[in-house]
């Protein structure tokens, strides 16, 4: 069983920085790809990035070139580094990695971006 717990949400100002931490039960090295969504009152779970066991990237074009996901397999964790925040990326984030053919979720986390 894979379980994740996230942290580093919470309330910050317009062009401020938020890092979110997703940490798995056990290591990540099986797992096939790691993703960040991101879920705001009455919208559709969207995908905000994702990253492949081999490393490769990809982004919403809302976030482009101000989050950044990443992995310390180490930790057994996956990041989401979040720049330049703006009040319209206020949202619950939540962390899916994905193993085989079976997708697991963390609880969670609220950002709120005020003006």
């Known amino acids: 069983q894979v379980q994740l717990v996230e942290s580093g949400g919470g309330l910050v100002q317009a062009g401020g920085s938020l890092r979110l931490s997703c940490a798995a039960s056990g290591s990540i090295f099986s797992i096939n790809a790691m993703h960040w969504y991101r879920q705001a009152p009455g919208k559709q779970r969207e995908l905000v990035a994702a990253?492949?066991?081999?490393?490769?990237?990809n982004y919403a074009d809302s976030v482009k070139g101000r989050f950044s996901i990443s992995r310390d397999i180490a930790k057994n964790t996956v990041y989401l580094q979040m720049n330049s925040l703006k009040p319209e990326d206020t949202a619950v984030y939540y962390c899916?990695?994905?193993?085989?053919?079976?997708?697991?979720w963390g609880q969670g986390t609220q950002v709120t971006v005020s003006s």
């Open positions: 990253l492949t066991s081999g490393g490769s990237t």
């Open positions: 899916n990695v994905v193993r085989g053919p079976v997708g697991y």
